[in-house]
């Protein structure tokens, strides 16, 4: 586990003293904060970088935050999002909890109610990831997330954390390949579109292949889907 580095929050507010007195309050406590203050910027935001937690606002110019919640959840169904509503009404607060935020906080809130449910949230979140902190691939091997860390049989293997970034990533996205560009996006924290060099992906994979698979260049595990990306087998 990375104790170096701070957990990640991304305010998604338009109503600027909420936004800084939140942007405040997070920072105060210890979090690194990055901020938006409309719906498009903030899914900009929030699928470009690897937030710990995402306060979303639900009202929002461009885009309200149901839909922000939406487009976040189609990529990412595991980013924690607790959402800020000033509407009280049940039927938002449902809507809201079934398109997948984990929580919701009603304005005005106490902002040691809402650091509570912060921290509650994340607690979650990484119990979450405990559970499941190994990743088993085909009989034999075995890859311990928290300690970057393998076991094929009886021989150990460890894994930098780039690469161990990347095999969470293909893990928890296991149902479908992950292209070069998304990997670069969502490990590397490039903005998309931008022409950055496919190639850095495919050095990390190659790596990684003569780690984990007992033939690299026939992988049974890291495979290569032709004009998809890469895609974790783990049968
Ligand atoms: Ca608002």
């Known amino acids: 586990?990375?104790?170096?580095?701070?957990?990640?929050?991304?305010?998604?507010?338009?109503?600027?003293?909420?936004?800084?007195?939140?942007?405040d309050v997070f920072t105060y406590h210890g979090y690194a904060v990055d901020c938006a203050e409309d719906g498009p910027a903030g899914l900009r935001k929030a699928q470009g970088g690897a937030f710990d937690l995402i306060l979303l606002d639900i009202m929002l110019p461009g885009?309200?935050?149901?839909?922000?919640?939406?487009?976040?959840?189609e990529q990412d169904r595991h980013q924690p999002i607790i959402m800020l509503t000033a509407k009280t009404a049940d039927k938002?607060?449902?809507?809201?909890?079934s398109l997948g935020a984990d929580d919701y906080i009603a304005k005005p809130f106490s902002v040691t109610e809402l650091v509570l449910r912060v921290k509650a949230v994340l607690r979650r979140s990484s119990i979450g990831r405990d559970e499941s902190s190994l990743?088993?691939?085909?009989?034999?091997l075995e890859i311990d997330k928290r300690n970057l860390s393998g076991r094929d049989r009886n021989r150990k293997i460890t894994f930098t954390r780039r690469?161990?970034?990347?095999?969470?990533y293909l893990d928890r996205n296991s149902d479908r390949p992950a292209s070069r560009e998304e990997l670069l996006h969502r490990i590397w924290g490039y903005a998309k579109h931008l022409n950055i060099e496919t190639r850095t992906v495919d050095i990390h994979i190659a790596k990684l292949r003569r780690k984990i698979e007992p033939a690299p260049a026939e992988p049974r595990y890291l495979v290569t889907v032709r004009g998809a990306g890469y895609r974790l087998i783990k049968g």
């Open 1 to 23: 586990m990375n104790t170096q580095r701070k957990t990640r929050i991304l305010i998604v507010e338009d109503e600027s003293p909420i936004r800084t007195g939140l942007q």
């Open 135 to 140: 990743i088993v691939l085909g009989e034999d």
């Open 92 to 97: 938002d607060i449902i809507q809201g909890l």
């Open 163 to 168: 690469e161990m970034d990347i095999l969470e």
């Open 63 to 73: 885009m309200d935050g149901f839909e922000v919640c939406n487009r976040i959840r």
